[in-house]
């Protein structure tokens, strides 16, 4: 659950004025803290492992912190760059990316960045070294 608190810009009783959420940063810790338990919990299940909580286990810390560096990136160019139309096509974007890595992650990775671009850099390496096939 995420904790906000409204806060209106202009008259005291609303006439239009421009409404603000202005949410905590530990809701939002919390929230992402509960769903990044909650996707290696389900993940390990829908895979019927032995152990459910060993990927939880050996990858949460990892892709929380990742979470913490991504999404706070992720608001603020979406706030500061992305034009108001586009901003939900963005972050559908950026979410749709987030869950490849998170599916990545649960299936080959380690729960960091650098895991994920050291596969994509291996992948674009061995491509360069096959010979030409005749």
Known sequence: MILCAEATLGSSDYDGGVRLGNCTWAGRGTTLTSLGSFFHFCMSILQEKDDIFLDLKQKFW?????????WPFVQLTNFSLVPTHWRTAYTGLCGF?????????????DGTFKSAFTFLHVKEASAVERPPEK
């Open 62 to 70: 990892n892709t929380y912190k990742s979470g913490l560096m991504y």
């Open 97 to 109: 990316l987030w869950a490849t890595f998170l599916c990545f992650s649960q299936q080959s990775g």
